[in-house]
């Protein structure tokens, strides 16, 4: 069985060879297929990165049209699956009806189950980047009771996603041009980041040969802990707290310090960057202008920065290289564009979604994927004789 050793967390493991996302934790750098995150975020588009991420190379302009009017088109779901979103309750988090719409997203369409099949695993992805979108508009609205409205073809991907979300029946609504652009530009951001904990939950569920369905929403799953992207949510709750406090950071950076139980500076530190989140400096950035072209003066915004603030020139935090991540920022953006704080981690989810289905393909088409399977060290009893239960 050769030497096994024990790596907790996969600090120190690499599960597998990729083409897609590079990273320099130390140097602060983020591609996706070679091209800087930055670029991305300023120039491109949501549905172009998608592309990108799942094909390899940008798409020409005709390739790109089709690819956003094939997605596009998709966005409708079957009226037995709209009535299935209505049935969860009001209360329920939109985490866990996300994952399990996906879920059952799966029984509409056995066609485009077969992992082997590229023809099926191309409806998949289209199939799942059109109704993921659609999904997360339900989601709000059943949290809200609210209608479930249908896509409108002749808007695009991030506009529709909007007017479906906050849309009143019979009143004219037009999406802010400033949000469409914020929010497609977050997702740019989201889209993929490797081998993190819910990307490699999407690979290992795959690596079993399990369909894309099971595998994205197994990473919803993954995805709604506050360690990882439920820490976007996490981050409005502490800013919630200092606030509803007296609003004194200093009081609260000194419980993080102390290590006070599940007292931690959410949206802070990092795995793999030990430098500033290259993502938390455009988010960090949009948020400034987000806040100020809606006129919306959020006092929490203020807060986050005098935590920063504290954090970037205090040793706890300098020492162990602690920075802004991707959620410090975002969650005051959302709340800005008008989502309850429970819907952060799902427009995650949206945003990441290119991703896992990016690495999933490349685990199914990679001839050295064997199935996920990590050994372990036991540590238990050694052999022992039952005893019946009377004899005890
Ligand atoms: N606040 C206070 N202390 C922290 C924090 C924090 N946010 N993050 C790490 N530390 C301390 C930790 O206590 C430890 O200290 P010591 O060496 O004295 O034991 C040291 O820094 C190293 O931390 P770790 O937990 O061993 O680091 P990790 O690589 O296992 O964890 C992390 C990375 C992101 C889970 C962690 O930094 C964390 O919990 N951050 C807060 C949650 C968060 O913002 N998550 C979002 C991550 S980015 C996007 C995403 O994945 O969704």
């Known amino acids: ?87 969860f309750p009001r209360n329920a988090h939109p985490m866990a009806v996300m994952s ?69 029946p019979y009143q004219q609504y037009e999406p802010d041009p400033v949000v469409v652009q914020a929010l497609d530009k977050l997702l740019i951001l989201h889209a ?40 976007n949510e996490a981050v409005l709750k502490m800013l919630d707290e200092i606030k509803a406090n007296g609003g004194d950071a200093t009081a609260f950076m000194k419980r993080v310090k102390d290590k006070e139980p599940g007292v931690r500076l959410m949206g802070f530190g990092h795995r793999v960057y030990k430098n500033y989140d290259p993502r938390a400096a455009i988010v960090k950035e949009s948020a400034d202008a987000v806040l100020s072209a809606l006129g919306k003066n959020d006092e929490l915004l203020d807060l986050a920065r005098g935590l920063e603030e504290i954090a970037l020139n205090d040793d706890y935090f300098v020492s162990r290289k602690l920075y802004p991540n991707v959620d410090f920022y975002t969650g005051l953006i959302y709340k800005a564009m008008g989502f309850s704080e429970s819907m952060f981690t799902p427009l995650f989810a949206l945003g990441r979604m290119p991703g896992w289905i990016a690495q999933w393909r490349e685990m199914i088409n990679d001839p050295q994927t064997k199935i996920g399977r990590p050994r372990q060290v036991y540590t238990g009893a050694v052999e022992r004789d039952y005893t019946p239960v009377a004899d005890r």
Do not use: W
């Not at 907790?8 to 934790?25: R, V």
């Not at 172009?48 to 690819?67: D, M, N, Q, R, T």
């Not at 590229?118 to 799942?128: K, R």
């Open 192 to 231: 993929d980041h490797e081998q993190n904990c819910s990307t490699s939950t999407v690979r290992i569920v795959g690596s079993s040969n399990a369909n894309l369905y099971a595998s994205v929403a197994a990473g919803i799953n993954a995805l709604s802990g506050p360690l990882h992207g439920g820490a």
């Open 1 to 87: 069985t050769g030497l096994v050793t024990v790596d907790p967390g996969f600090m120190n493991t690499a599960s597998c060879e990729s083409k897609i996302t590079y990273i320099d934790g130390d140097e602060g750098i983020l591609r996706y297929r070679g091209y800087p995150i930055e670029q991305l975020a300023e120039q491109s588009s949501f549905l172009e990165v998608a592309y990108l991420l799942i094909h390899g190379e940008l798409p020409s302009p005709s390739e790109l049209e089709a690819f956003e009017e094939r997605v596009n088109r998709h966005t409708l779901v079957h009226e037995d699956f709209r009535t299935f979103m209505g049935t």
């Open 100 to 168: 399990s719409a996906l879920n059952a997203l799966s029984t509409f369409y056995p066609e485009s189950l077969d992992p082997h099949d590229p023809e099926a695993v191309e409806l998949a992805t289209v199939l799942i980047l059109a109704k993921t979108r659609t999904i997360t508009s339900y989601v709000h609205r059943t949290s809200k009771g609210e209608p479930l409205l249908y896509p409108d073809y002749s808007r695009g991907y991030v506009e529709d996603f909007l007017r479906m979300t906050f849309a009143v």
